[in-house]
T-cell receptor, first 111, second 115 residues
Framework: GQQLNQSPQSMFIQEGEDVSMNCTSS?????WLWYKQEPGEGPVLLIA???AGELTSNGRLTAQFGITRKDSFLNISASIPSDVGIYFC???????????WGAGTKLIIKP | DAGITQSPRHKVTETGTPVTLRCHQT?????MYWYRQDPGHGLRLIHY???????DKGEVSDGYSVSRSKTEDFLLTLESATSSQTSVYFC??????????????FGPGTRLTVL
């Protein structure tokens, strides 16, 4: 099935560093969503983007809806240990309410 | 947190046995979904429901069936479990008619092991 291209697959970072991840597709999307999943739990919505070019923040997290509508970026500033987890992007196309998911970016903070 | 519960949370079963997983919501959301999550594949949609008795297939529906007899419950059945169905199963709900977008909220997951 169709998936979004999410990168990087995993990241090892030092506490305090900024983090950047992205999702790309050859198709146009109407909505981009970013989720975080912690071990043993279901994904939790972080940020939702509804318009091309939109830039939205949630605390230290900032996400952008690409101007071409084919990509989205998530940045985390000054990472802390509780940022550890898997981050997923998901997109919606047309009037189809189903979401298309990226494979996830696993964030690991070096001790 | 959205009011979504899944039961059981963990299950070990043998190949060939039937298994039913239950998702229960208290949000009165119209849409409900079943996903499986496997390493390297992210979330893959098995089936979804857009109302009572209204269901449709996702990308990995083979070997699974679903039923929704009331708004709050969505059941996923493996008629004859196979080892390839060992996975973590997530239920999700959404109410896209309210916002025209599909912001999905997830349950805590069920870890299923088929021996």
């Amino acid at each position: 099935g169709q998936q979004l291209n999410q990168s990087p697959q995993s990241m090892f970072i030092q506490e305090g560093e900024d983090v950047s991840m992205n999702c790309t597709s050859s198709s146009i999307f109407n909505t981009w969503l970013w989720y975080k999943q912690e071990p043993g739990e279901g994904p939790v919505l972080l940020i939702a983007l509804y318009k091309a070019g939109e830039l939205t923040s949630n605390g230290r997290l900032t996400a952008q809806f690409g101007i071409t509508r084919k990509d989205s970026f998530l940045n985390i500033s000054a990472s802390i240990p509780s940022d550890v987890g898997i981050y997923f992007c998901a997109g919606q196309q047309g009037s189809n309410y189903q979401l298309i998911w990226g494979a996830g970016t696993k964030l690991i903070i070096k001790p | 947190d959205a009011g979504i519960t899944q039961s059981p949370r963990h299950k070990v079963t043998e190949t060939g046995t039937p298994v039913t997983l239950r998702c229960h919501q208290t949000e009165n959301h119209r849409y409900m979904y079943w996903y499986r999550q496997d390493p390297g594949h992210g979330l893959r949609l098995i089936h979804y429901s857009y109302g009572v008795k209204d269901t449709d297939k996702g990308e990995v529906s083979d070997g699974y069936s679903v039923s929704r007899s009331k708004t709050e419950d969505f059941l996923l059945t493996l008629e004859s479990a196979t080892s390839s169905q060992t996975s973590v199963y997530f239920c999700a709900i959404s109410d896209p008619g309210a916002t025209s977008t599909d912001t999905q909220y997830f349950g805590p997951g069920t870890r299923l092991t088929v021996l």
